[in-house]
């Protein structure tokens, strides 16, 4: 999928939502969509603070949720309250 039609899914689905398109979520859909493995949500803190994108946890966790609520990444619990995305 070519970047300029992932991020029109994006814009899409946080419409649906009623959220704004800001660049904090859409690092956090890049960060989620380039990857290559599993990760979980320091993983993404910490990626997008060395890219110098000061992004909060607390705006991290709730656009993983509005993706996983509308299928465009799955959440894997993996015990003790873990999850990677």
């Known amino acids: 999928m070519g970047k300029k039609a992932s991020l029109e899914i994006l814009k899409s ?10 660049d904090h979520r859409i690092a956090i859909w ?5 990857s290559k493995k599993h990760m979980d949500v320091e993983e993404i803190f910490s990626l997008l603070k060395t890219k110098k994108k000061n992004v909060s946890r607390a705006t991290i966790y709730r656009t993983l949720d509005v993706l996983v609520k509308n299928r465009l990444i799955r959440k894997m619990d993996v015990g003790d309250g873990y999850s990677l995305y």
């Open 13 to 22: 689905v946080l419409k649906k939502e009623r959220l704004r398109l800001t």
């Open 30 to 34: 890049n960060q989620v969509q380039n």
